[in-house]
Structure formats: structure tokens, C-alpha cells
């Protein structure tokens, strides 16, 4: 298993500022992966971010607006940019521990843009 | 391409009566396939998975679901609700053996009503 703790919890912030969220597991972990829930919606995957290269993005985000980090194999952040209400959602970090295999996350930001 | 199915997007059951949530996927030939439950407020919980072992997956919380390859179908049962059950439901799907980035599909979710 994976546990995963995920800073803040939740925000608010004004329109045209940056939120970075950050995302540390108490494991070594190959693969993790930042989500958007919009209100009432599903996840839909951002990006996946394995340490030692580059974030890949999803159709429809790009790296300006949600820049990612992966320092190291247990912490991960994911900056939401030039913020407007359109980017209130909740964000979640997960991990998995193979391809395939039981994913992991974390409690969720729940960020408001105001 | 891997897609899921959630059939209904609302169900709402009586307290003690059974539940029965609706899945359809659409993928390759050997999928892993999940539940997850989503409670207000918190995280996504798994409820269980199938990875190609017994058709019939027993998972937490008295849930249980069926891998039925003919129907493409894995749908979600439990025979008695509780309250502490209502929550949101997310059915998803992964095919190891695709290469890419994309490897959890989730459905649009299905939110379970439980009336007392």
C-alpha cells in the first residue's frame, strides 16, 4: 500500500495568482500522477510525473499552466498558474506501485478561485 | 481505446435493500478493472479490483462484483444498503498492456442514495 499526504487541503485564492500543491508518499514509488475533479464531475488525468524526466500532459493542459515537479521518488508538486474560476476543482495526487495495479490518493485540494 | 460506462448517475435505495450500480467497459482483451467510493469530503477509497484471477470479487464494506467478459460488464453489488454507504461511486478501467501515460479510465461516477 501507499499512503499519501497532500498540502493544502484546500484553498482559496484570488484570479490571477499560483497555488502550488504538494504531494509527498511514504514510499518509493515509480509513477505518480496529478487528477481534476471539477465539481460534480470525474477525474480526469493532468499529467503523470515519473522522476528523472520530463511531466507528460494530457490532451488539453500544458506545462504553463500546471507546471510539475518530481524531485525526488516520494514527493511530487503541481502548480496551478495565472488561476481563474474556472480552475475551482478539487486536485488529486496518486500513485500506483505497477502498471495496472491499485492506485493510491491523496486526500484532495479543494481550491476556489475567486 | 480503454472507455467506462456508468449507467446511471444517480441511484437512490431504501436502507436494507439491496444495491446494484452499473458498469460497462470497453477494452483489450485482459483488463484490471476497480471500484473506488468517494465519501463528501474525503478521498478516493478503493472497494475492490478484478486483475484476472476469480470472476467473482469480494471487496470491503460487504461489496461485491462480477467480471463478466460477454457483457463486458462488471457491475457493483451489495445485498443490504447502510447509510454509511452513500457516497459516490467511480468505475475504472486499465489495460496493462497498452504503452502511454494513461493508464486508469474512470467513469463519470455513480452517486448511491440511501434512504432510512
Known amino acids: 500500500s501507499a499512503v499519501i499526504s497532500q498540502k493544502p487541503s484546500r484553498d482559496i485564492c484570488q484570479r490571477g495568482t499560483s497555488l502550488t500543491i504538494q504531494c509527498q508518499v511514504d514510499?518509493?514509488?515509480?509513477?505518480m500522477f496529478w487528477y481534476r475533479q471539477q465539481p460534480g464531475q470525474s477525474l480526469t488525468l493532468i499529467a503523470t510525473?515519473?522522476?528523472?524526466?520530463?511531466?507528460?500532459?494530457e490532451s488539453g493542459f500544458v506545462i504553463d499552466k500546471f507546471p510539475i515537479s518530481r524531485p525526488n521518488l516520494t514527493f511530487s508538486t503541481l502548480t496551478v498558474s495565472n488561476m481563474s474560476p474556472e480552475d475551482s476543482s478539487i486536485y488529486l495526487c496518486?500513485?500506483?506501485?505497477?502498471?495496472?495495479?491499485?492506485?493510491?490518493f491523496g486526500q484532495g485540494t479543494r481550491l476556489t478561485v475567486v | 481505446a480503454q472507455s467506462v460506462t456508468q449507467l446511471d448517475s444517480h441511484v437512490s435505495v431504501s436502507e436494507g435493500t439491496p444495491v446494484l450500480l452499473r458498469c460497462n467497459y470497453s477494452?483489450?482483451?485482459?483488463?484490471?478493472l476497480f471500484w473506488y467510493v468517494q465519501h463528501p469530503n474525503k478521498g478516493l477509497q478503493l472497494l475492490l479490483k478484478y486483475t484476472s484471477a476469480a470472476t467473482l470479487v469480494k471487496g470491503i464494506n460487504g461489496f461485491e462484483a462480477e467480471f463478466k467478459k460477454s457483457e463486458t460488464s462488471f457491475h457493483l453489488t451489495k445485498p443490504s444498503a447502510h447509510m454509511s454507504d452513500a457516497a459516490e461511486y467511480f468505475c475504472?478501467?486499465?489495460?496493462?498492456?497498452?504503452?502511454?501515460?494513461?493508464?486508469?479510465?474512470f467513469g463519470k461516477g455513480t452517486r448511491l442514495s440511501v434512504i432510512a
Open positions: 514510499s518509493q514509488v515509480t509513477m
Open positions: 477494452s483489450s482483451y485482459s483488463p484490471s
Open positions: 475504472v478501467v486499465s489495460d496493462p498492456s497498452l504503452s502511454g501515460n494513461t493508464p486508469l479510465v
Open positions: 510525473a515519473n522522476q528523472g524526466s520530463e511531466a507528460t500532459y
Open positions: 496518486s500513485v500506483e506501485k505497477g502498471l495496472g495495479t491499485e492506485a493510491f
